[in-house]
Every structure is written in C-alpha cells, then in structure tokens.
C-alpha cells in the first residue's frame, strides 16, 4: 500500500495522552483524580490499564474521548488535539471513538436492532443502508437471533455485546471499554474477551481497556499500565510487566492469577547457586535447561516455577538451583543466555 | 326514584359536559407543550445536568414555586387582564384557558423535570460518547427513555385541569363543576349536584384508566 507522508503521519500511534491532570473541587478540598499521566496507545494494539477502585482509571478513560475534559495536558487522537476542538467538531470526532460500559447503558425502550442504530443517527445513511449496517453488526456479534428483543429480555453477555455492535456502528479506530466484564459471570467474560480480541484482529480496531481484574489483561492485552492514586506506576509489554512485576500494587494484580516467584523464602543453605530463567515464546516448550546441563556434570533442582500462556505467548519462569563445580555452571549460565533465556543470578 | 331526576335539564348537563371537555383539552394541549419545554430547561440546566446553569435553573424554580402557590381562584381573578390580552376576551371558555394553562404547566413542569431525572445517566453518557448533539439526546434517548414517566404525568395533570375547570364557573366559564355549584348547590337541586358529579368522577375514572393502559403498553421494564 502506498502511504503519502501526510496520511502516514501517527500511523503507529494512534493516542497520546502528555501530562494529563484532572483535579476535582469538592468544597475546599482538591482531589487529583489524574496526575502528570503520559499515555501512548499504538495502532491496532490492546492497551489495558489495571487500578484498584479510585485509582483513577475511568477518569483516564473518560478523558480519552473527552466525557471528562482534563484540568490540563493534551488528549490527542489520531493527529488531532481533541483538548482544542469545539462542540461539534468533538462530536464528530466521537463518532470514531467507540465505547463500552460495565453496565451497557442501553436504551431500556428500543429493541436490539434499534438500539444498535442509535449512533447512526448522526450519519448520512438511508434507511435502507442503516437497516443493512444493523444487520451487518448483530452477525457480527452473534445476535441475529435476538433482534426485535428488548434488552430487558436479554442476558448480560448479549447485552454487551448489543453494546459492543453499537460502539461498532460508525466504523471507529478505537474501542474504549470501562470494566466491560465486570459485571459478567466467567464464562460470559470469557466469551466477551474472545469477542473483543476478534474484533481488533479482524477489524483492526484499537482497544483501550480499563479493569481491576490481571486476568482481563493476561488474556487479550498486548500492553499494560498499572494505575495507583492518580498516576500511572507501571507500563510495558504485558509480558515484561508480569514477569518482572516492579512495584507492590503490581505485584498484587499479579499474584491474582500466577504465582508470583518469591526468591526470599527459598531454601536457606543452598548446596549450589540459585539462579531465575525466564523464557518466553515457543521456547518455553523446549528442553533447553535440561539439554544444556546434561552435557556437564552438574545437576539442577527446581525450586518453584510456572508455565503459562500471556494472551497468545507462551512464557515460563522457573527459579533454579545448580549444583556442581562453578566453572561449569558459569558455562550453564553463559550457555543458557545464549539460547536466548533471561537468566538472573539469585544467589 | 324516577321522578327524583325528572327535573334536570339535560341539554344543560350535555353543554356543561362538553365545556368542560373543551377546557380541559385545549388547555391540556398548551400545558404539555409549555410544561415539557419548561420541564425540559429545569432538568437540563440543574446540577450535572448537559447545560448545568445555577441562576436560570434558580430563577425557573422560584417562577414555578410561587405559580404552584397561589390558589386556582386567585390566579383566576389576577390574570383576567392577561387573559383579556391573549384571548380577546376574559370570560367564557375562552377566557379560562389561560389561567389554567398558567396554573397546569408549572405543575407538569415538576412532573417533566422529576421523570426525566429517572432517565440512567449512563445511557445519556453512552449517547454523548457516540457523538450525538445535545438536542439528540434530549429527543432520541431522555424523552423517549422517560416515555412512560411522562405519560403518567400527563395523566395527573388532565385529572388536575379537570378539578380546576370546576372553578371557572367564577368567570363564567362553564362545564359541569360550575352547573354543580350553581343548581345543586346554591338551588339544592341535590339531583343535578349527583349527576354532575358522578359524571366527574367517570370521566376522571376513564383517563386515568387510559393513562395507565398507554404507561403499560409502553412500559420495558
């Protein structure tokens, strides 16, 4: 495809928030729901941001398609500063921000199909064509079924995604969704990821995420920020970030869906050297540790470890003693980071 | 038992029936229209609402209260001049219109505001997130999510408006509240006060029957 540079332009970036503040007035009190907050969200990627309650996300959130205008900083998306827009400018800008809600804010008097059809009110479809967008949209989340239902005949899961095929109505780049299955039973939340990984594959949608729950972001997220009072703490590859998990808030989200490898309350007299191997990809299915400490005379136990899956990455960590000379195990190490494994020297 | 109603003049009970019908509807007209507009600004304009404006929403109110304050028959006799400005003339049907316009919309204004304030404030943020103008959310998702809120509200004030076309008796207005205080009451003609009001009391019956049926059929919930 030919790119001209002005179309080109932000290509890869797709949001960007640079020092976002917003501060709330209540009486002669000052909160900062939103502090010195940098945020950049790559075309086509899953973006999940994991705060505690009050931690500010949905504030973060809300600030991206301006339903909540910062106190100060810039919220652009695409190329645009929507900080600098009037009224119906930001309203047109909307139309290609989709955005879905824990409690899916549906009309409780139109049908599916009409409720669907509500953003498309603002567009210059017929009649006919709005009808056929409608149709196109309930396949696509699986409710052709249900279209002349109410939502209060329907279950959370079809609500959301009612909701998810009128975010999707206008053709938007980006998907906000605040705690999209939070209020979802596992199994429907589990349907409802699927559904959202699917559309940014196959639509190539940007999803900006906002939840309280690692297994939402271990499941579709590319990347992560991690939000405490305010400010984000905490951002990167989903992977890194749960792997190498910095600060306690962190730390806490993970341990809510891996165990978390504690290298302080490990043997105390270790016969030999303790060492982290962390690999990741299809690595993570080879024998790569056993094969290099075969070909020594050393030996190796395992201490703790975990193998798992990141959205679609394998990963394994492990915590590893090696016993044997330390010539041969300096070779283990050297060997092992030559095979492309993180290996970190605990003991 | 027969002979108990044999003097009541039935044309006089048909022209009092269809007064008060023509009282009550065109007044009801003008109060859903003014009263919706009024109650629209109210919601609008009041705290976290989209136009949120403390001294329009302060200054509306206080008009509001002090018209919902004053007695009907008092509101009557003041706004004779208004009436005689708007409708040619003060007294008659025509003449009774305003002052029940006047003392209904306010009222209905509060229903407006109190079922609008129902609506799910999600549902209007999800309808500002999609793009839509201020004006599409007021009509396509607040007015129609609040639809059955305000049918019930329509319904009260007709059953208001007709108490109140009672009194326009006092300017010669006519219907079946004034036909019962003159004959049944000031003449104790007992039958006439009976029938008038139990045709009254029928009516009444049968809007608030309707308004309920139209809430159920509209009802989502």
């Known amino acids: ?347 | 038992m027969s002979s108990f109603f044999q003097d009541i003049r039935w044309d006089q009970i048909i022209k009092a029936t269809k007064e008060t019908l023509m009282m009550m509807g065109m007044s009801l007209l003008l109060t859903i229209v003014i009263g919706l507009i009024l109650g629209i600004i109210l919601f609008l304009t009041s705290g976290g609402q989209m136009l949120h404006n403390k001294w329009i929403y302060r200054l509306l109110s206080l008009v509001v209260n002090i018209l919902r304050s004053v007695p009907f028959v008092i509101l009557i006799l003041v706004l004779l001049p208004v009436s005689k400005f708007i409708m040619g003339t003060s007294i008659g049907v025509p003449g009774a219109i305003p002052p029940l316009v006047i003392a209904a919309a306010p009222f209905f204004a509060r229903l407006v505001e109190a079922s609008l304030r129902e609506v799910d404030r999600g549902v209007i943020e999800a309808a500002a997130a999609m793009g839509l103008s201020k004006w599409m959310i007021v009509w396509h998702v607040i007015l129609r999510e609040a639809r059955t809120g305000l049918l019930a509200g329509v319904t009260i004030t007709t059953i208001t408006l007709v108490s109140y076309t009672a009194m326009s008796g006092v300017i010669g207005g006519g219907g079946l509240g004034d036909l019962a205080i003159r004959y049944g009451f000031q003449r104790f003609q007992l039958d006439v006060l009976i029938v008038t009001v139990a045709l009254l009391v029928i009516m009444v019956q049968l809007l608030q029957m309707a308004g309920d049926a139209l809430v159920r059929r509209l009802s989502r919930k």
């Open chain 1, 1 to 347: 495809m030919i790119c001209f540079s002005v179309a080109c332009r932000g290509v890869l970036l797709l949001i960007k928030l640079v020092d976002v503040h917003k501060d709330y007035v209540s009486g002669s009190a000052v909160v900062h729901a939103l502090s010195e907050v940098h945020l950049t969200i790559k075309r086509g990627e899953i973006f999940g941001v994991i705060g505690h309650s009050g931690a500010g996300k949905s504030t973060l959130l809300r600030c991206v398609n301006l339903l909540e205008r910062p106190s100060s900083g810039r919220v652009i998306v695409g190329d645009v500063d929507l900080m600098m827009l009037g009224e119906k400018e930001l309203q047109q800008r909307r139309q290609k921000i989709g955005m879905i809600f824990q409690h899916f804010n549906l009309l409780t008097t139109a049908t599916v199909r009409d409720n669907i059809a509500l953003p498309l009110k603002t567009s210059t479809l017929s009649k006919v064509q709005v009808r056929e967008r409608v149709t196109e949209l309930l396949e696509l989340v699986g409710l052709s079924a249900h279209e002349h239902k109410y939502p209060s005949q329907l279950s959370g899961g079809q609500k959301q995604r009612v909701g998810i095929a009128r975010a999707l109505a206008n053709h938007p780049d980006v998907l906000l969704c605040d705690e999209a299955t939070s209020a979802l039973d596992p199994q429907t939340t589990e349907a409802i990821l699927a559904l959202l990984k699917d559309i940014n594959a196959k639509l190539g949608i940007t999803i900006l995420l906002i939840t309280h729950e690692m297994h939402v972001i271990r499941a579709i997220c590319d990347r992560v920020a991690v939000m405490d009072s305010g400010r984000i703490i905490e951002q990167g590859d989903v992977l890194n970030v749960f792997l190498n998990p910095q600060h306690d808030t962190t730390k806490d989200f993970v341990s809510q869906v891996a165990d978390v490898l504690d290298t302080d309350r490990l043997a105390l007299h270790p016969q030999g050297r303790i060492i982290r191997l962390t690999y990741r990809g299809n690595m993570a299915y080879e024998p790569v540790l056993f094969d290099t400490v075969r070909s020594t005379t050393a030996s190796f136990v395992i201490l703790q470890g975990t193998v798992s899956r990141m959205k679609d990455t394998p990963y394994g960590q492990l915590i590893v003693e090696l016993r044997g000379e330390r010539a041969e195990t300096d070779r283990i190490i050297a060997e092992l980071r030559w095979h492309g494994l993180d290996v970190s020297i605990v003991q």
